[in-house]
C-alpha cells in the first residue's frame, strides 16, 4: 500500500527555521513528481514547491527564496527546508506525489496528484 508520512513539523518564531519530512512507503515516489502543499484553516491548499525525478524544482512566489525542496531517493524522502519564517506561514502541510516523472505546469495544481500525507502543523509565532 502507497504512503506518505510527514515528519518534523512544529512551533517556531518568526526568523526562524524549521525542517518537514515526507517518507514514502510502498513505492518509490521519490522517483516521480512530489510536492509540498500547505492550508490554512478555512482557506484553499496551496502548492508551495515541486521537484521532478531529476531534481528540478518549482515554486511558489509567497516561499521563493526562503524554502527549499529536495530529495534523497535512497531513502524515499523528500525535505523542505524553510527559513526567514514568518507568521503567514502558520498553515497545515501536506507532501504529494504522482506517477508522472514531470511535474510541468501542473506543479501546483491539487487534482494533478493522487497520493498524500495526513499533514503536520507548523506554526509561526510572532
Given at each position: 500500500?502507497?504512503?506518505?508520512?510527514?515528519?518534523?513539523?512544529?512551533?517556531?518564531?518568526?526568523?526562524?527555521?524549521?525542517r518537514v519530512s515526507c517518507e514514502a512507503t510502498g513505492y518509490p515516489a521519490t522517483d516521480y513528481c512530489m510536492a509540498w502543499?500547505?492550508?490554512?484553516?478555512?482557506?484553499?491548499?496551496?502548492?508551495?514547491?515541486?521537484?521532478?525525478?531529476?531534481?528540478?524544482?518549482?515554486?511558489?512566489?509567497?516561499?521563493?527564496?526562503?524554502f527549499t525542496i529536495s530529495k534523497d531517493n535512497a531513502k524515499r524522502t523528500m525535505y523542505l527546508e524553510m527559513t526567514s519564517?514568518?507568521?503567514?506561514?502558520?498553515?497545515?502541510?501536506?507532501?504529494?506525489?504522482?506517477?508522472?516523472?514531470?511535474?510541468?505546469?501542473?506543479?501546483?495544481?491539487?487534482?494533478?496528484?493522487?497520493?498524500?500525507?495526513?499533514?503536520?502543523?507548523?506554526?509561526?509565532?510572532?
Amino acid at each position: 500500500q502507497n504512503y506518505l508520512a510527514e515528519s518534523g513539523g512544529g512551533s517556531v518564531e518568526a526568523g526562524g527555521s524549521l525542517r518537514v519530512s515526507c517518507e514514502a512507503t510502498g513505492y518509490p515516489a521519490t522517483d516521480y513528481c512530489m510536492a509540498w502543499f500547505r492550508q490554512v484553516v478555512g482557506g484553499k491548499r496551496e502548492g508551495i514547491a515541486a521537484i521532478d525525478r531529476i531534481g528540478r524544482t518549482h515554486y511558489a512566489d509567497s516561499v521563493k527564496g526562503r524554502f527549499t525542496i529536495s530529495k534523497d531517493n535512497a531513502k524515499r524522502t523528500m525535505y523542505l527546508e524553510m527559513t526567514s519564517l514568518e507568521p503567514e506561514d502558520t498553515a497545515m502541510y501536506y507532501c504529494a506525489a504522482d506517477t508522472r516523472y514531470w511535474c510541468g505546469d501542473g506543479w501546483n495544481s491539487e487534482t494533478a496528484f493522487d497520493d498524500w500525507g495526513q499533514g503536520i502543523l507548523v506554526t509561526v509565532s510572532s
